[in-house]
Protein backbone atom coordinates (compact mmCIF):
# COMPACT_ATOMS: atom_id res chain seq x y z
CA UNK A 1 0.00 0.00 0.00
CA UNK A 2 1.66 3.21 -0.37
CA UNK A 3 -0.46 5.54 2.01
CA UNK A 4 -2.75 4.35 5.02
CA UNK A 5 -3.95 7.11 7.54
CA UNK A 6 -5.42 5.61 10.85
CA UNK A 7 -7.32 8.30 13.18
CA UNK A 8 -5.83 11.38 11.37
CA UNK A 9 -6.46 14.93 12.33
CA UNK A 10 -4.94 18.43 11.89
CA UNK A 11 -6.24 20.96 14.21
CA UNK A 12 -6.13 24.52 13.01
CA UNK A 13 -7.03 27.62 15.63
CA UNK A 14 -8.78 24.97 18.18
CA UNK A 15 -10.50 23.40 14.79
CA UNK A 16 -10.47 20.29 13.07
CA UNK A 17 -10.26 20.81 9.49
CA UNK A 18 -9.23 17.65 8.62
CA UNK A 19 -10.61 14.00 10.58
CA UNK A 20 -10.00 10.97 8.43
CA UNK A 21 -11.01 7.47 10.38
CA UNK A 22 -9.48 5.78 8.16
CA UNK A 23 -8.37 6.12 4.17
CA UNK A 24 -5.68 3.69 1.95
CA UNK A 25 -4.14 4.58 -1.16
CA UNK A 26 -2.59 1.99 -3.50
CA UNK A 27 0.52 2.15 -5.47
CA UNK A 28 0.34 3.39 -9.39
CA UNK A 29 -3.24 4.39 -9.42
CA UNK A 30 -4.20 8.14 -10.38
CA UNK A 31 -6.55 9.50 -7.41
CA UNK A 32 -8.70 12.52 -7.56
CA UNK A 33 -9.48 14.43 -4.36
CA UNK A 34 -13.26 16.58 -4.39
CA UNK A 35 -14.84 18.40 -2.21
CA UNK A 36 -15.70 22.30 -2.08
CA UNK A 37 -13.38 24.54 -0.20
CA UNK A 38 -12.51 24.37 3.32
CA UNK A 39 -13.32 20.58 3.38
CA UNK A 40 -9.44 19.79 3.83
CA UNK A 41 -8.21 18.65 0.64
CA UNK A 42 -5.17 20.60 0.39
CA UNK A 43 -4.52 20.10 3.75
CA UNK A 44 -4.46 16.19 3.18
CA UNK A 45 -1.95 16.96 0.17
CA UNK A 46 0.74 18.87 2.48
CA UNK A 47 0.36 15.74 5.11
CA UNK A 48 1.02 13.27 2.37
CA UNK A 49 3.47 15.34 1.36
CA UNK A 50 5.41 15.30 4.48
CA UNK A 51 5.13 19.22 4.72
CA UNK A 52 2.83 19.14 7.50
CA UNK A 53 2.59 17.50 10.24
CA UNK A 54 -1.08 16.02 11.46
CA UNK A 55 -2.05 16.74 15.15
CA UNK A 56 -3.16 13.39 15.71
CA UNK A 57 -3.25 9.82 14.22
CA UNK A 58 -0.46 7.55 12.00
CA UNK A 59 -0.09 8.21 8.37
CA UNK A 60 1.41 4.67 6.48
CA UNK A 61 3.98 5.36 3.95
CA UNK A 62 4.88 2.47 1.69
CA UNK A 63 3.60 0.69 4.86
CA UNK A 64 5.62 2.27 7.48
CA UNK A 65 4.96 4.48 9.77
CA UNK A 66 6.01 7.82 9.13
CA UNK A 67 7.40 10.07 11.67
CA UNK A 68 7.41 13.69 11.38
CA UNK A 69 10.39 14.78 12.83
CA UNK A 70 12.29 17.21 10.94
CA UNK A 71 15.54 15.06 10.45
CA UNK A 72 13.90 12.34 9.24
CA UNK A 73 11.73 13.47 6.44
CA UNK A 74 14.19 14.67 4.06
CA UNK A 75 14.71 10.87 2.64
CA UNK A 76 10.63 11.20 2.10
CA UNK A 77 10.69 14.59 0.75
CA UNK A 78 12.85 13.20 -2.21
CA UNK A 79 10.75 10.45 -2.94
CA UNK A 80 7.13 12.58 -2.99
CA UNK A 81 6.72 16.27 -4.34
CA UNK A 82 3.99 18.48 -4.51
CA UNK A 83 3.20 20.91 -6.99
CA UNK A 84 1.63 24.00 -5.71
CA UNK A 85 -1.82 25.80 -6.95
CA UNK A 86 -0.01 28.94 -7.61
CA UNK A 87 4.10 27.42 -7.70
CA UNK A 88 6.72 29.98 -6.80
CA UNK A 89 9.85 30.29 -9.12
CA UNK A 90 12.91 31.72 -8.66
CA UNK A 91 13.55 35.44 -10.20
CA UNK A 92 15.72 33.40 -13.04
CA UNK A 93 15.67 31.29 -16.17
CA UNK A 94 13.62 28.24 -16.71
CA UNK A 95 16.39 26.15 -16.79
CA UNK A 96 17.73 27.71 -13.64
CA UNK A 97 14.88 27.10 -11.47
CA UNK A 98 15.03 23.36 -12.38
CA UNK A 99 18.58 23.15 -12.03
CA UNK A 100 18.63 24.48 -8.36
CA UNK A 101 16.83 20.79 -6.99
CA UNK A 102 19.12 19.09 -8.86
CA UNK A 103 22.35 21.33 -7.86
CA UNK A 104 21.17 20.38 -4.13
CA UNK A 105 21.47 16.92 -4.73
CA UNK A 106 24.70 17.23 -6.39
CA UNK A 107 23.91 15.95 -9.85
CA UNK A 108 26.90 16.33 -11.94
CA UNK A 109 26.49 19.43 -14.84
CA UNK A 110 26.15 17.30 -17.93
CA UNK A 111 23.66 15.04 -16.18
CA UNK A 112 21.72 17.95 -14.52
CA UNK A 113 21.32 19.63 -18.84
CA UNK A 114 19.74 16.18 -19.26
CA UNK A 115 17.63 15.52 -16.86
CA UNK A 116 16.26 19.45 -17.45
CA UNK A 117 15.65 18.81 -21.09
CA UNK A 118 13.84 15.71 -20.43
CA UNK A 119 11.58 17.03 -17.76
CA UNK A 120 10.92 20.22 -20.24
CA UNK A 121 10.53 17.94 -23.45
CA UNK A 122 7.23 15.98 -20.83
CA UNK A 123 5.71 18.65 -20.45
CA UNK A 124 6.25 20.82 -24.04
CA UNK A 125 7.99 23.66 -22.61
CA UNK A 126 11.75 23.30 -24.27
CA UNK A 127 11.91 26.16 -26.19
CA UNK A 128 11.27 28.27 -22.76
CA UNK A 129 14.26 26.57 -21.25
CA UNK A 130 16.04 30.70 -21.71
CA UNK A 131 13.15 32.18 -21.03
CA UNK A 132 12.68 34.12 -17.75
CA UNK A 133 10.13 32.91 -15.88
CA UNK A 134 8.14 36.53 -15.42
CA UNK A 135 7.16 35.90 -19.15
CA UNK A 136 5.35 33.15 -18.61
CA UNK A 137 1.77 32.78 -18.28
CA UNK A 138 -0.02 31.22 -15.78
CA UNK A 139 -0.62 27.61 -17.41
CA UNK A 140 3.62 27.74 -18.25
CA UNK A 141 4.22 28.00 -15.20
CA UNK A 142 2.20 25.57 -13.96
CA UNK A 143 4.21 23.43 -16.46
CA UNK A 144 7.48 24.79 -15.59
CA UNK A 145 6.50 23.91 -12.13
CA UNK A 146 5.64 19.83 -13.16
CA UNK A 147 9.11 19.56 -15.16
CA UNK A 148 11.20 20.55 -11.76
CA UNK A 149 8.98 18.31 -9.69
CA UNK A 150 9.77 15.52 -12.22
CA UNK A 151 13.46 16.31 -12.45
CA UNK A 152 13.53 15.01 -9.12
CA UNK A 153 12.75 11.70 -10.28
CA UNK A 154 9.94 11.57 -7.38
CA UNK A 155 7.71 8.00 -6.82
CA UNK A 156 4.56 10.16 -6.14
CA UNK A 157 3.51 13.30 -7.09
CA UNK A 158 0.71 15.60 -5.91
CA UNK A 159 -1.34 18.62 -7.36
CA UNK A 160 -2.94 21.05 -5.67
CA UNK A 161 -5.57 21.82 -7.84
CA UNK A 162 -3.26 21.98 -11.09
CA UNK A 163 -5.94 23.45 -13.51
CA UNK A 164 -8.03 26.01 -11.28
CA UNK A 165 -5.98 29.37 -12.64
CA UNK A 166 -5.47 28.49 -16.12
CA UNK A 167 -7.02 28.65 -19.98
CA UNK A 168 -8.45 25.98 -21.41
CA UNK A 169 -5.38 25.18 -23.45
CA UNK A 170 -3.47 25.19 -20.67
CA UNK A 171 -6.19 22.46 -18.78
CA UNK A 172 -5.78 19.94 -21.73
CA UNK A 173 -1.85 20.22 -21.55
CA UNK A 174 -2.25 19.16 -17.82
CA UNK A 175 -4.53 16.75 -18.18
CA UNK A 176 -2.63 14.97 -20.88
CA UNK A 177 1.04 15.70 -18.97
CA UNK A 178 -0.57 13.88 -15.86
CA UNK A 179 -1.83 10.85 -17.56
CA UNK A 180 2.02 10.85 -19.22
CA UNK A 181 3.16 11.04 -16.07
CA UNK A 182 1.59 8.04 -14.94
CA UNK A 183 1.08 6.00 -17.89
CA UNK A 184 5.03 6.62 -19.25
CA UNK A 185 7.03 7.16 -16.05
CA UNK A 186 4.69 4.63 -13.29
CA UNK A 187 4.19 7.62 -11.02
CA UNK A 188 1.65 7.59 -8.65
CA UNK A 189 -0.78 10.75 -9.01
CA UNK A 190 -2.73 12.33 -6.60
CA UNK A 191 -4.85 15.56 -7.36
CA UNK A 192 -7.30 17.87 -5.42
CA UNK A 193 -9.82 19.28 -8.06
CA UNK A 194 -13.51 21.11 -7.88
CA UNK A 195 -13.79 19.86 -11.56
CA UNK A 196 -15.87 16.48 -10.95
CA UNK A 197 -15.89 15.82 -14.66
CA UNK A 198 -12.27 16.46 -15.25
CA UNK A 199 -11.64 13.90 -12.31
CA UNK A 200 -13.52 11.35 -13.99
CA UNK A 201 -11.76 11.64 -17.27
CA UNK A 202 -8.26 11.51 -15.56
CA UNK A 203 -8.53 9.64 -11.90
CA UNK A 204 -8.93 5.83 -11.31
CA UNK A 205 -10.47 6.42 -7.94
CA UNK A 206 -11.94 9.43 -6.73
CA UNK A 207 -11.69 10.59 -3.01
CA UNK A 208 -14.43 13.06 -1.36
CA UNK A 209 -13.60 15.36 1.23
CA UNK A 210 -16.48 17.12 3.09
CA UNK A 211 -15.64 19.59 6.14
CA UNK A 212 -12.45 17.33 6.84
CA UNK A 213 -14.39 14.11 6.55
CA UNK A 214 -15.04 11.47 3.55
CA UNK A 215 -18.03 11.33 2.31
CA UNK A 216 -19.45 9.09 -0.20
CA UNK A 217 -20.39 11.47 -2.59
CA UNK A 218 -18.92 14.83 -3.58
CA UNK A 219 -21.73 17.32 -3.24
CA UNK A 220 -23.10 19.06 -6.76
CA UNK A 221 -25.80 20.90 -7.91
CA UNK A 222 -25.33 23.58 -5.07
CA UNK A 223 -27.83 26.20 -4.02
CA UNK A 224 -28.78 29.04 -2.07
CA UNK A 225 -32.45 29.58 -1.44
CA UNK A 226 -35.38 29.80 1.25
CA UNK A 227 -37.38 27.15 2.39
CA UNK A 228 -41.18 27.55 2.08
CA UNK A 229 -44.41 25.40 2.82
CA UNK A 230 -46.65 24.60 -0.39
CA UNK A 231 -49.81 22.60 0.39
CA UNK A 232 -48.35 19.33 2.60
CA UNK A 233 -44.61 19.36 0.92
CA UNK A 234 -41.98 21.64 1.91
CA UNK A 235 -39.31 23.46 -1.04
CA UNK A 236 -36.70 25.14 -0.91
CA UNK A 237 -37.13 28.15 -3.14
CA UNK A 238 -34.06 28.63 -5.92
CA UNK A 239 -33.80 31.85 -7.64
CA UNK A 240 -37.03 33.37 -6.89
CA UNK A 241 -38.65 30.69 -9.57
CA UNK A 242 -36.92 27.42 -9.01
CA UNK A 243 -39.12 24.96 -6.47
CA UNK A 244 -36.83 21.88 -5.22
CA UNK A 245 -38.41 19.45 -2.76
CA UNK A 246 -36.48 19.10 0.49
CA UNK A 247 -36.90 18.11 4.03
CA UNK A 248 -36.25 20.60 6.14
CA UNK A 249 -37.41 21.27 10.20
CA UNK A 250 -38.34 24.90 9.83
CA UNK A 251 -38.83 27.90 6.88
CA UNK A 252 -35.19 29.23 6.89
CA UNK A 253 -32.57 29.75 4.49
CA UNK A 254 -31.11 27.13 3.10
CA UNK A 255 -27.90 25.58 1.19
CA UNK A 256 -28.76 22.65 -0.68
CA UNK A 257 -27.28 19.82 -2.94
CA UNK A 258 -28.90 18.21 -5.34
CA UNK A 259 -27.62 14.62 -6.53
CA UNK A 260 -27.66 14.28 -10.13
CA UNK A 261 -27.83 10.49 -9.10
CA UNK A 262 -31.16 11.08 -8.25
CA UNK A 263 -32.68 13.15 -11.05
CA UNK A 264 -34.05 11.77 -13.95
CA UNK A 265 -35.53 13.23 -16.97
CA UNK A 266 -39.16 12.08 -17.64
CA UNK A 267 -41.68 12.15 -20.98
CA UNK A 268 -44.97 14.24 -19.02
CA UNK A 269 -44.95 16.86 -16.49
CA UNK A 270 -47.42 15.20 -14.14
CA UNK A 271 -45.91 14.99 -10.59
CA UNK A 272 -45.54 12.37 -7.99
CA UNK A 273 -45.66 13.07 -4.32
CA UNK A 274 -42.32 14.50 -2.92
CA UNK A 275 -41.44 14.89 -6.17
CA UNK A 276 -41.06 18.13 -8.82
CA UNK A 277 -41.25 18.56 -12.51
CA UNK A 278 -38.92 21.65 -13.91
CA UNK A 279 -39.08 22.46 -17.46
CA UNK A 280 -35.60 23.06 -18.85
CA UNK A 281 -33.68 23.65 -22.47
CA UNK A 282 -30.44 21.08 -22.54
CA UNK A 283 -26.69 23.26 -23.20
CA UNK A 284 -24.06 20.65 -22.15
CA UNK A 285 -23.59 16.95 -22.92
CA UNK A 286 -20.48 15.23 -21.90
CA UNK A 287 -19.42 11.71 -21.18
CA UNK A 288 -17.79 10.12 -18.14
CA UNK A 289 -16.75 6.90 -18.95
CA UNK A 290 -19.78 4.99 -18.16
CA UNK A 291 -22.41 7.79 -17.93
CA UNK A 292 -23.71 11.03 -19.82
CA UNK A 293 -24.05 14.51 -17.81
CA UNK A 294 -26.58 16.36 -18.81
CA UNK A 295 -26.95 19.67 -18.08
CA UNK A 296 -30.09 21.62 -18.78
CA UNK A 297 -30.97 25.40 -17.55
CA UNK A 298 -34.15 25.54 -15.88
CA UNK A 299 -34.05 28.23 -14.09
CA UNK A 300 -30.57 27.30 -12.74
CA UNK A 301 -27.81 25.26 -14.59
CA UNK A 302 -28.96 21.30 -13.11
CA UNK A 303 -26.95 18.70 -13.58
CA UNK A 304 -28.02 15.18 -14.17
CA UNK A 305 -25.89 11.84 -14.70
CA UNK A 306 -27.35 8.97 -16.78
CA UNK A 307 -26.42 5.63 -17.70
CA UNK A 308 -25.23 5.44 -21.18
CA UNK A 309 -28.35 3.31 -21.83
CA UNK A 310 -30.70 5.65 -20.38
CA UNK A 311 -29.23 8.34 -22.39
CA UNK A 312 -29.55 6.21 -25.61
CA UNK A 313 -33.18 6.04 -24.54
CA UNK A 314 -33.76 9.07 -24.21
CA UNK A 315 -31.98 10.19 -27.50
CA UNK A 316 -31.79 13.78 -26.19
CA UNK A 317 -29.60 16.42 -27.66
CA UNK A 318 -28.47 20.27 -27.27
CA UNK A 319 -30.89 22.15 -27.72
CA UNK A 320 -33.83 19.99 -26.31
CA UNK A 321 -37.08 21.03 -24.02
CA UNK A 322 -37.10 18.39 -21.17
CA UNK A 323 -39.00 17.48 -17.96
CA UNK A 324 -36.56 16.89 -15.23
CA UNK A 325 -38.07 15.51 -11.62
CA UNK A 326 -35.99 15.98 -8.49
CA UNK A 327 -36.86 13.83 -5.51
CA UNK A 328 -36.83 14.64 -2.00
CA UNK A 329 -34.72 11.81 -1.23
CA UNK A 330 -32.11 13.19 -3.76
CA UNK A 331 -31.58 16.44 -2.12
CA UNK A 332 -29.20 17.19 1.16
CA UNK A 333 -29.14 20.42 3.48
CA UNK A 334 -25.30 21.28 3.96
Same mark, same amino acid.
Given at each position: ?????? @?????? @???????????????????????? @???????????? %???????????????????????????????????????????????????????????????????????????????????????? %???????????????????????????????????????? &?????????? &????????????????????????????? %???????? @???????????????????????????????? &???????????????????????????????????????????????????????????????????????????????
Amino acid at each position: MLYSVR @NLKKIY @NGRAVLDLERLSLEKGKVYGLLGP @NGSGKTTLLHIL %SFLTSPSAGTVFYEDKPVSFAENLLQPLRREVVLVDQHPILFSTSVYKNIEFGLKIRKIPKQERKKIIEASLDMVGMREFMSADNHHL %SGGETQRVAIARALACSPKVMLFDEPTSSVDVSSQIAIEN &IIRNLHTEKG &ISIIFSTHDLLWASKLADEKIFLFEGHLS %SSVYENIF @NGKVLVKGEQKYCLVNENVLIPVKADAEDWVK &IAVNPKSVKIVASKKADDHAEILKGRIFQLTEEREKVRVVADVGIPLSVLLKKKEYIDLRVCIGDTVMIKCFEHGVSII
